[in-house]
């Protein structure tokens, strides 16, 4: 049985509303009802609302009742709710019910709107009821209100077993009015007046316009059903409307009705041709279409004061020869670095006032199309005047024409839309960020700042900043209470290897060429802090990368960075959508610095990197901010050792600790004294790292207030370019501590993990006595150089094969006075691994050639570049040149062994054409094997 309906309200300017029925009922075993709803409103910019309800029974037991609820509103710019309910029953009893209510939001509403990233569920209901005697009667009732004074409620009443359906979607009841929709769904002819009544009874007191598509023909007189539908109606003070035939084969199927003493109707309706689409732009639909105005009032558009710059609207020729003029001074000056900042930037903020002052101007907010062309616009243009041209002649010659300029507006649409999206991830195709931003965006994930309620947004901000900056004197307070003994700073340096090479004493000044690729090479972000936005910059860089180079120079022979270098922005982002929103620990602090500051800090960056590679001074195992390394290197290295072990027959222990706040509590005496002692730093070098760790500040940013400066004296700046570099090198001893106990590890920035493999005949105890020890000594040694570990967050699990988990007891490692216990899955650097790697939970690409390609051309970490081996044959042989990788032998299952980056590398690879083999360039490598498994994915078209 499927039932459609299309109603559509102030064609001009408001859209339709499409609502769609679909039923399939087995009578004899009640089998199950499936309903959609779709409302579309404002299709040209907000999309629609879709509402989807299934419920399936079992009769015999009356065991399962689910039901579901879906609603998604401004999918292109908004984002989705979506409840779900479901209700277990156990006949056996009849007395127990069990709920569970899930709501899940992505950032659903606009600015300004009253319903921010939450759903307050201010009501629901469920009501159950079994007679077993009579076949059954299920009754559920659900009720969700979402902000009743602004977007309504949506209500389902939905009865199975003398089955009826009734829907009831409400939209904007203080602005728009009421939109209502109510489906039913005649089963059992006997029982039809008793639900259709019911529900009228439930909307008495309601304002109510009602729609809806029967499964009757209204218009028949002699049909029972429909004069007991009309007489309901009459009972309840109510009219419908629609006399004629609404369905293209002819008779009354659908219907509007609103009570008799209502004015919400404006004329009377009208039915014709709606000419619907298909999601391809094709006509569809065999219903016709209800035509009504309504008494309604629009809403009131928002209105905001914005304060903004015409950057836009400058000219680069006549800002550039200002450049010329204002740079001069600045370049040859010989002040101090702090002068010269401070004079570039009032020279750049007085150009840019000049060519782009500020402008405050009141402004209309609206929903935001960009993939709305010209083009699109006239064709919806062309669309109204035919319809226009229709309404006043009726001729069928102009209802052609209006249907032809519908079908051409949907499909540019549709065309427009995929174009604008397209050119988007052509744009973003080597820039990971901007593809993962852009798919969320095309899914309907709005990034909106979500804060706690408050009222004024600089106490919010301080509020905000004084948290961040107590957090950190917490962590140090209970450090210092953890350290029984007093600690030299000999005691600290006992676990570090001594450098004996030559130091790094001196940098070497910059050059405008090196400069030039760094700002170039830079994503285009800018802050408050900056006086010209980046993009402007690159395009200015001629004019100004002498006065840059003069910076940069100055601060590196003085052994200081300028003090406007070391002020940075936080703004506060909940570290997850699911968390409260109102509880502070539950966000964390991203810092914004000045472009030119994170420059500087590049140049100083490419020293040191230069330096520690020469002195082969990185710690091989720490996969965090080097060239060539990443999450994914790291995974596979871990990943092979495991399924190596297991595919071996052994069990492998993997430890994960977790520290709190590792970027923010580094003690700078301890860092710079690891820096001379283990990595040769020293001399102006040193007191150039020493000036960019002291006298740092920060204040966070609510909106468009600020809080108070604070002063850091702990850790390094989160959001640079050194910080990160400055925490691998300052935690560089605890891959030293791994290795002293024989205990395998990995690191990626402060997450690391300890692993160990047990063979099948293996002593656990001497492991766990080894873990033992090493944790503890890696916990003394966090404690002694400021870091805590996280207790509540470090995790332990044991992976095994198949055939031997069941066999495993339970694993228990002792830790700081209590136990770490066995789980059962954890999550990996973003990557669900449970206790057999079945990745049951994560969808794993562990054979990607990407790594291999760049493990053959000397691109990828010498973790993974010692695991593959080009062929060499015994004797001389054809396939010597072609470029393949020897596949290793040593494997005893296909469910582990063959999951090895080395084994399943190589078959990746020597399957391969040989022009791909032996392709140099990366890129031209994907597209050739892209166009390669096209080819075999579609060999037989």
């Known amino acids: 049985?499927?039932?459609?309906?299309?109603?559509?309200?102030?064609?001009?300017?408001?859209?339709?509303?499409?609502?769609?029925?679909?039923?399939?009922?087995?009578?004899?075993?009640?089998?199950?009802?499936?309903?959609?709803?779709?409302?579309?409103?404002?299709?040209?910019?907000?999309?629609?609302?879709?509402?989807?309800?299934?419920?399936?029974?079992?009769?015999?037991?009356?065991?399962?009742?689910?039901?579901?609820?879906?609603?998604?509103?401004?999918?292109?710019?908004?984002?989705?709710?979506?409840?779900?309910?479901?209700?277990?029953?156990?006949?056996?009893?009849?007395?127990?019910?069990?709920?569970?209510?899930?709501?899940?939001?992505?950032?659903?509403?606009?600015?300004?709107?009253?319903?921010?990233?939450?759903?307050?569920?201010?009501?629901?209901?469920?009501?159950?009821?079994?007679?077993?005697?009579?076949?059954?009667?299920?009754?559920?009732?659900?009720?969700?209100?979402?902000?009743?004074?602004?977007?309504?409620?949506?209500?389902?009443?939905?009865?199975?077993?003398?089955?009826?359906?009734?829907?009831?979607?409400?939209?904007?009841?203080?602005?728009?009015?009421?939109?209502?929709?109510?489906?039913?769904?005649?089963?059992?002819?006997?029982?039809?007046?008793?639900?259709?009544?019911?529900?009228?009874?439930?909307?008495?007191?309601?304002?109510?316009?009602?729609?809806?598509?029967?499964?009757?023909?209204?218009?028949?007189?002699?049909?029972?059903?429909?004069?007991?539908?009309?007489?309901?109606?009459?009972?309840?003070?109510?009219?419908?409307?629609?006399?004629?035939?609404?369905?293209?084969?002819?008779?009354?199927?659908?219907?509007?009705?609103?009570?008799?003493?209502?004015?919400?109707?404006?004329?009377?309706?009208?039915?014709?041709?709606?000419?619907?689409?298909?999601?391809?732009?094709?006509?569809?639909?065999?219903?016709?279409?209800?035509?009504?105005?309504?008494?309604?009032?629009?809403?009131?558009?928002?209105?905001?004061?914005?304060?903004?710059?015409?950057?836009?609207?400058?000219?680069?020729?006549?800002?550039?020869?200002?450049?010329?003029?204002?740079?001069?001074?600045?370049?040859?000056?010989?002040?101090?670095?702090?002068?010269?900042?401070?004079?570039?930037?009032?020279?750049?903020?007085?150009?840019?006032?000049?060519?782009?002052?500020?402008?405050?101007?009141?402004?209309?907010?609206?929903?935001?199309t960009e993939w709305h062309t010209e083009e699109l616009r006239d064709a919806k243009r062309n669309c109204r005047k035919a319809e226009r041209r229709m309404q006043k002649t009726n001729l069928t010659v102009h209802q052609q024409i209006h249907r032809d300029a519908c079908v051409h507006a949907n499909k540019l649409l549709i065309r427009c839309r995929k174009e604008h999206f397209s050119t988007k991830g052509e744009e973003a195709e080597h820039d990971q960020k901007q593809l993962f931003r852009l798919s969320k965006h095309i899914m309907g994930e709005k990034q909106e700042t979500i804060l706690p309620s408050h009222k004024d947004e600089k106490d919010l901000a301080n509020k905000f900043c004084q948290f961040f900056m107590n957090k950190i004197e917490m962590i140090r307070a209970n450090l210092s209470a953890s350290n029984k003994r007093s600690i030299t700073m000999c005691d600290i340096m006992k676990s570090d290897e001594k450098f004996n090479g030559e130091h790094l004493s001196s940098f070497k000044p910059t050059t405008i060429t090196e400069l030039t690729k760094i700002i170039q090479s830079a994503p285009s972000k800018h802050c408050e802090l900056d006086p010209m936005p980046t993009y402007l910059l690159k395009s200015c860089s001629n004019e100004l990368l002498p006065v840059m180079t003069n910076i940069v120079n100055c601060s590196l022979s003085e052994s200081l960075v300028p003090s406007s270098f070391e002020q940075a922005i936080v703004r506060p982002l909940l570290k997850k959508p699911s968390l409260d929103r109102e509880v502070f620990k539950n966000y964390r602090p991203v810092s914004n610095l000045p472009f030119l500051s994170k420059v500087l800090e590049k140049v100083v960056s490419s020293r040191l990197e230069h330096h520690i590679e020469s002195n082969n001074l990185h710690e091989n195992l720490q996969s965090a901010y080097r060239a060539r390394h990443s999450t994914e290197t790291a995974l596979l290295r871990v990943h092979h050792d495991i399924v190596s072990a297991l595919d071996k027959n052994s069990c492998v222990v993997l430890l994960m600790l977790d520290l709190s706040a590792a970027f923010d509590v580094i003690d700078h005496k301890i860092l710079l004294e690891r820096l001379n002692y283990s990595f040769g730093v020293s001399d102006s070098v040193l007191s150039w790292i020493e000036s960019y760790l002291k006298d740092r500040t920060q204040r966070v940013a609510i909106g468009t207030k600020q809080s108070d400066d604070l002063r850091l004296q702990y850790g390094v700046p989160q959001g640079s370019v050194l910080g990160p570099k400055l925490y691998c090198m300052y935690s560089k001893p605890v891959g030293e501590i791994c290795r002293r106990h024989k205990i395998l590890y990995h690191s990626y920035a402060d997450d690391t993990q300890a692993y160990q493999v047990i063979k099948p005949e293996g002593d656990w105890d001497d492991l766990s006595d080894r873990l033992k020890a090493c944790l503890s000594q890696i916990s003394d040694w966090m404690t002694s150089n400021m870091l805590k570990l996280n207790q509540d967050k470090t995790e332990l699990i044991v992976f095994a094969p198949k055939h031997r988990v069941k066999q495993l007891s339970k694993y228990e490692l002792p830790f700081d006075g209590t136990f770490l216990s066995d789980a059962n899955c954890v999550r990996n650097l973003g990557v669900f691994f449970d206790k057999t790697l079945s990745m049951e939970q994560q969808v794993s690409d562990t054979g990607s050639l990407e790594p291999l390609v760049k493990a053959l051309h000397d691109k990828a970490p010498k973790y993974l570049e010692e695991l593959i081996v080009p062929y060499a044959a015994i004797r001389t042989l054809r396939s010597e040149n072609e470029g393949l990788i020897t596949k290793p032998r040593d494997v005893r299952t296909k469910t582990y062994g063959e999951r090895r980056f080395d084994r399943a590398g190589a078959s990746l690879w020597n399957d391969l054409p040989i022009h791909l083999r032996k392709e140099q360039s990366l890129p031209r490598f994907k597209k050739g094997l892209k166009t390669h498994i096209f080819r075999l994915a579609y060999c037989d078209v």
């Not at 009742?65 to 209700?87: C, H, K, Q, R």
């Not at 569920?121 to 009667?137: K, N």
């Open 1 to 368: 049985m499927c039932l459609s309906l299309a109603v559509e309200i102030f064609p001009d300017t408001f859209g339709y509303v499409r609502v769609s029925l679909t039923v399939e009922i087995f009578p004899n075993t009640f089998g199950y009802v499936g309903v959609s709803l779709a409302v579309e409103i404002f299709p040209d910019t907000f999309g629609y609302v879709e509402v989807s309800l299934a419920v399936e029974i079992i009769p015999d037991t009356f065991g399962y009742v689910e039901v579901s609820l879906a609603v998604e509103i401004f999918p292109d710019t908004i984002g989705y709710v979506g409840v779900s309910l479901a209700v277990e029953i156990f006949p056996d009893t009849f007395g127990y019910v069990e709920v569970s209510l899930a709501v899940s939001l992505t950032n659903i509403f606009p600015d300004k709107y009253s319903l921010i990233g939450y759903v307050s569920l201010s009501q629901y209901s469920l009501a159950v009821e079994i007679f077993p005697d009579t076949f059954g009667y299920v009754l559920v009732t659900l009720t969700v209100k979402l902000s009743p004074d602004t977007f309504g409620y949506v209500g389902v009443s939905l009865t199975v077993g003398y089955v009826g359906v009734c829907l009831a979607v409400e939209i904007f009841p203080d602005t728009f009015g009421y939109v209502g929709v109510s489906l039913d769904v005649e089963i059992f002819p006997d029982t039809i007046g008793y639900e259709w009544s019911t529900f009228l009874d439930q909307l008495v007191i309601i304002p109510i316009v009602i729609t809806g598509d029967l499964n009757f023909h209204l218009d028949d007189k002699n049909n029972s059903d429909a004069c007991k539908f009309i007489e309901t109606l009459e009972d309840h003070g109510l009219q419908q409307h629609i006399n004629g035939p609404t369905h293209i084969h002819g008779h009354t199927l659908d219907v509007i009705i609103t009570r008799e003493i209502s004015s919400i109707l404006k004329n009377t309706p009208v039915v014709h041709d709606p000419y619907l689409c298909d999601k391809k732009g094709n006509p569809a639909g065999d219903h016709m279409a209800l035509f009504a105005q309504l008494r309604i009032s629009r809403p009131s558009k928002y209105r905001q004061t914005v304060t903004y710059r015409k950057y836009r609207d400058i000219n680069l020729d006549d800002i550039k020869n200002d450049f010329v003029e204002s740079i001069p001074p600045v370049v040859n000056a010989t002040e101090p670095v702090d002068s010269l900042v401070s004079l570039y930037n009032t020279n750049l903020i007085s150009d840019i006032d000049k060519h782009a002052p500020i402008v405050s101007k009141e402004i209309t907010l609206r929903p935001n």
